[in-house]
């Protein structure tokens, strides 16, 4: 038997463009081009090495993070927006909006064109979320934009970002929910995240069956700087509302979480039929290298509550969502993955012969 | 960054959360009411596609004609009423099945598997018809022969969604398709080979169609004749000139006459029938029937010709037959006139006062005049002879002066009785030919006699002979009374006469010209009257092929006669004058004559006497000449008698049956003395038959 096993996206960036970045100021900068066009080659090769049957391009032309990569450089932003602390203490900040009309500067299709130039094998591609994005207005109405504008804009734009993503034909789309536990945080009373899963669920409406069932939802505590945003939020909260979301699949973080089988038992409460989760096995944040035992132990733990048939690995968040993070070096990033690859398959083969098959 | 301004942006994220919460909730409202929205037009668009399918079955289920559709894998989604009838399959038996299985169709002539249309609509996204020929093999093996379409059914993508078919029981209209294109053959089997040539011509005359019989009359082929003007093969341009713009008048022609022209250059005689199809009053085509009557019309020609020869054959008859009653006239009177100088001599003989000098007189009379007849009776055996083709002449070698003699000898006496100037012109050389002198002198005198008889006394007669290269010619002219123009190509005529009257006067029966012409051609020669006209004289010429002719130097003379000898002869002839009369002459010429009247008689008188010859009548009672003949001859004494044969029969085969019979000689009557006494001179001089 097969159980299958994508990343959630980001690669740590080679040292060297992280320091041609820093040094140009602006991730836009054409000079960097060559180093974007190596990093992304030598991110696929060492990617496809692993085993991984499905891979991306490690985000490495996403910049600044995978929050913001789709408005970096609009004329009607401005970097003074909400600021998201992480339990390291240090802070990333939202852009705001100040002016109408709400267009994305680029989509995430962009980065498939070149990765598909290296690839061999699937790949997938993360887009961030709408109510990730719908933040960027501030508290104030815009004058001559009203926000009811901006969240048809918003939802108009994610919808098309996700479409243009399958036609280039991504294996999978997965859509970047961090801050659904985030909102639990600021919002305990859960109207924060239930608006954020209604925004999302309006967005994910749009879409046929068969687009819904390669678009997944990726939640977790937030991965920056092996460090958390909200990781303190307890899932009971999350998941039931999670679940509610209209999509076929949920990369769900995991290997971080200290009561690992209560969320277990909380993914089986709430996954419904139709829909599959894959298990974080592997914490991005942890240094330490997993080994493949340890992974299929985790494989193994999460199948005693989720049907094989809707069980799936991941790893718990991105290895570097923002391009400046160094706190994960890349051979790390991908000895990792390949403990997911190896220990998924190990686990595969012991359930598959448990099962007779 | 302190605590305070997280707290701040916390809650200002709070604020602004709730705030899009409104926008949110605001979006989703307007979303489900879209959405409910969308639900009721899709409810609707349900309940009209619901209708519309109702429609569309209750639409198929009422068609007359079966329908079939299928998915785009060929599997069965409906069939009406008409395809469950037809494909003994129901509606919800053959739902889902492949088409293959509820339709299976093949190809009627050939019974091999026909590929359903709906594969290949599904392929193609094009409508298909099924090919000719094609039936349904039904659930429970029947056959019906249909004819379908299949068309691809699209969705409003445009995609191919399925296939829809119609198909009906053509068995009917098969059958009559069949019985027409039977008819259509049989058709074209009577257009093509009918007995009579049959062609259409359109309006500007060209040929459009033809059938194998006129093309095989005429020796075209159908390249050479469809497409080319219909003038092209007709002889007479003024005929189909006529034929043309009589039928552009809406005439119907009926046995009209034309000629035409085979390809070898040929006239066919042909009798054309025609009229025009017109439809809307436009001229489509003619439709001409053409019958061949060449062999019809040549008969015509010929029984034309014949009749006109039967006319003149008839006129030549009747003129013949009128030439014949004044032949017979002029016999009448030919054969009378010597009886009564005959029967006055006899009287004269008769009377005791009759002197010596008186019988003497009386006997060369009767004599003459017995001559005369002779010669006449002669002469009507002979051309009798010639008509029947049975005269053969006796050829020998002759020389030309010879035979000139003995023609000037016969005819001499009535030149000199008119006291004509007569002159004989030979060749110096003397010519010898092949020829019967006899027969050769008779023409020669026959002319001569004419001469004489046609000019009046004192005239000049001119007998001149020449040889040529190649042949010789001897012409008799005379200055006499000439023969008109319009009867000298008669004048050979048998029974022609150029005056009767002059010529019953003159004697004759009219016949000698016609025994001269052809005596002459008997010997391969011509003969040939001339005159300048009435009263002008005329002239004979008659031209013998020299092939048979050559010179020598000497000719033997002809006609010499030994002295007679006294012999003991027998006369037997149931005619007793005639036996008798012969007897006396023969006693005045010095023989021993027993004389007997009947075959009996005879044989016992030839037993007892035992003469040397025996001269018999055939005709004679009891025993006929030929059996006592034969008798004589198994006598001792009868295989050296001479046996003479005398008859009123003188062909060929006469003699031949006188031969067998024993017979030595063969003697026509009346017999002639000379020639008998030429026979009784002693042997070996006797000649054969």
Not at chain 2, 183 to 204: I, R
Not at chain 2, 292 to 321: H, S
Request: hydrophobic residues 40%; proline residues 4%.
């Amino acid at each position: 038997m097969v159980i299958p096993t994508e990343p959630i996206g980001s690669i740590p960036r080679p040292r060297a463009l992280i320091e041609a970045i820093a040094k140009a100021g602006n991730g836009m900068d054409e000079s960097l081009e060559p180093l974007y066009a190596e990093a992304i080659r030598d991110t696929i090769a060492q990617f496809e090495a692993t085993g991984s049957p499905v891979i991306t391009d490690g985000e490495q032309r996403k910049y600044h993070n995978f929050w913001t990569y789709s408005v970096e450089g609009l004329e009607n932003i401005r970097p003074d927006g909400f600021r998201i602390p992480f339990a390291a203490g240090h802070v990333r900040r939202m852009p705001r909006l100040v002016s109408g009309p709400f267009r994305y500067q680029r989509y995430a299709d962009s980065y498939l064109d070149e990765a598909q130039k290296h690839a061999h094998v699937p790949l997938k591609q993360a887009v961030i979320s709408p109510s990730a994005l719908s933040l960027m207005y501030p508290a104030q109405p815009i004058s001559g934009y009203s926000r009811e504008t901006f969240i048809d804009d918003l939802l108009n734009e994610h919808v098309l970002e996700i479409r243009r993503c399958l036609d280039k034909g991504a294996v999978a789309v997965q859509i970047d929910f961090t801050e659904g536990r985030l909102a639990l945080k600021v919002d305990p009373s859960g109207q924060l995240l239930s608006s954020f899963i209604d925004l999302n669920n309006l967005g994910l409406s749009r879409l046929s069956g068969t687009e819904r069932s390669r678009v997944g939802i990726h939640t977790c505590p937030g991965g920056d700087c092996d460090s958390t945003h909200s990781a303190d939020v307890d899932y009971a909260a999350l998941l039931p509302s999670l679940f509610q979301l209209n999509v076929g699949n949920f990369y769900v973080a995991l290997a971080g979480e200290a009561d690992r089988t209560r969320v277990l038992e909380l993914i089986r409460q709430y996954l419904r039929p139709n829909q599959r989760v894959f298990v974080g096995v592997i914490a991005p944040i942890n240094p330490r290298i997993e080994t493949p035992e340890e992974v299929c132990e985790r494989v193994l733990e999460a199948a005693r509550f989720i049907p094989l048939n809707q069980l799936g690995t991941t790893d718990d968040c991105g290895f570097a969502p923002f391009c400046d993070d160094t706190s994960t070096d890349r051979d790390t990033a991908f000895a990792k993955i390949r403990a997911r690859v190896d220990g998924t398959a190990l686990a595969a083969r012991i359930l598959g012969d448990e099962s007779g098959g | 960054m302190g605590g305070n301004e997280i707290e701040d942006d916390e809650q200002r994220l709070r604020i602004v959360a709730l705030r899009n919460i409104e926008s949110i909730q605001i979006a989703r409202q307007r979303e489900e009411r879209e959405l409910l929205e969308a639900k009721e037009s899709l409810q609707r668009r349900t309940h009209e596609l619901e209708q519309q399918r109702e429609w569309f079955e209750v639409t198929l289920a009422s068609i007359g004609d079966a329908v079939i559709t299928t998915d785009v894998h060929s599997h069965i989604t409906f069939l009406n009423p008409i395809a469950e009838k037809m494909t003994g399959w129901s509606r919800s038996e053959a739902s889902g099945e492949p088409l293959v299985r509820v339709f299976e169709i093949f190809n009627e002539d050939t019974g091999a598997p026909v590929e359903s249309p709906v594969t290949k609509a599904l392929q193609s996204g094009q409508i298909v018809g099924l090919a000719n020929h094609t039936s349904l093999r039904t659930r429970k093996g029947g056959v019906i022969a249909i004819e379908d379409s299949a068309a691809p059914i699209r969705d409003r993508q445009d995609d191919i969604v399925g296939a829809v078919m119609v198909f009906r029981d053509v068995t009917d209209r098969r059958q009559a398709d069949r019985q027409l294109k039977r008819s259509e053959s049989l058709l074209a089997d009577f257009f093509e080979n009918a007995a009579v040539g049959l062609h259409w011509v359109g309006p500007d005359g060209i040929v459009i169609r033809v059938n194998q019989t006129e093309l095989d009359w005429l020796g075209y082929t159908k390249e050479e004749y469809v497409g080319h003007h219909i003038s092209e093969f007709h002889a007479d341009k003024a005929v189909i000139d006529d034929i043309l713009e009589r039928l552009s008048c809406a005439e119907c022609l009926q046995g009209y006459e034309a000629r035409l022209r085979c390809k070898d250059g040929s006239i066919r005689h042909v009798l054309i029938s025609s009229n025009v199809l017109w439809e809307e009053g436009k001229f489509i085509h003619t439709r001409c029937f053409t019958r061949d009557v060449t062999a019809q019309k040549a008969a015509e020609i010929a029984l034309r010709e014949e009749v006109v020869v039967r006319k003149q054959a008839e006129a030549a008859l009747r003129d013949a037959d009128h030439r014949k009653d004044e032949f017979l006239a002029t016999l009448a009177h030919e054969l009378r006139n010597p009886l009564a100088p005959i029967r006055q001599a006899v009287l004269i003989s008769k009377s005791v006062d009759a002197t010596d000098a008186q019988k003497r007189w009386s006997h060369d009379v009767i004599s003459r005049q017995v001559h005369h007849m002779s010669l006449l009776l002669d002469d009507l055996l002979d051309v009798s002879r010639i008509t029947r083709g049975v005269l053969v002449l006796r050829t020998e070698m002759k020389t030309l002066a010879s035979i000139v003699d003995a023609a000037v000898e016969t005819a001499r006496p009535t030149i000199d009785a008119k006291k004509h100037r007569f002159f004989v012109v030979l060749p110096k050389e003397p010519v010898v030919f092949a020829a019967d002198p006899l027969r050769l002198a008779q023409v020669l005198s026959n002319l001569l006699t004419n001469a004489a008889k046609y000019t009046d006394a004192g005239g000049e007669i001119r007998l001149q002979a020449s040889s040529l290269a190649d042949h010789v010619t001897v012409s008799v002219s005379d200055t006499g009374i000439g023969i008109a123009s319009d009867v000298l190509s008669k004048i050979f005529d048998m029974f022609s006469q150029v005056q009767p009257s002059q010529d019953r006067s003159e004697g004759g029966l009219g016949i000698g010209l016609a025994l001269a012409k052809g005596l002459v051609e008997l010997h391969g020669g011509t003969i040939q009257a001339t005159s300048t006209g009435l009263g002008k004289g005329s002239e004979f010429t008659i031209r013998l092929p020299r092939a048979t002719i050559t010179q020598v130097k000497h000719a033997s003379p002809l006609g010499e006669r030994g002295e007679a000898v006294g012999r003991r002869l027998m006369i037997a002839d149931d005619n007793r004058d005639a036996a008798d009369s012969l007897a006396m002459l023969l006693r005045l010429e010095g023989h021993d004559v027993v004389v007997a009247h009947d075959g009996r008689e005879a044989l016992e008188k030839f037993i007892s006497l035992a003469p040397e010859v025996a001269i018999l009548d055939i005709g004679m009672p009891v025993l006929d000449g030929y059996e006592v003949a034969r008798r004589i001859r198994q006598e001792p004494s009868g295989r050296s008698v001479t046996l003479i044969a005398v008859t009123g029969w003188g062909q060929d085969s006469d003699k031949a049956a006188a031969l067998a019979a024993g017979f030595n000689h063969h003697f026509t009557k009346p017999i002639e003395p000379d020639q008998l006494s030429l026979v009784l001179r002693p042997e070996p001089t006797r000649k054969s038959i």
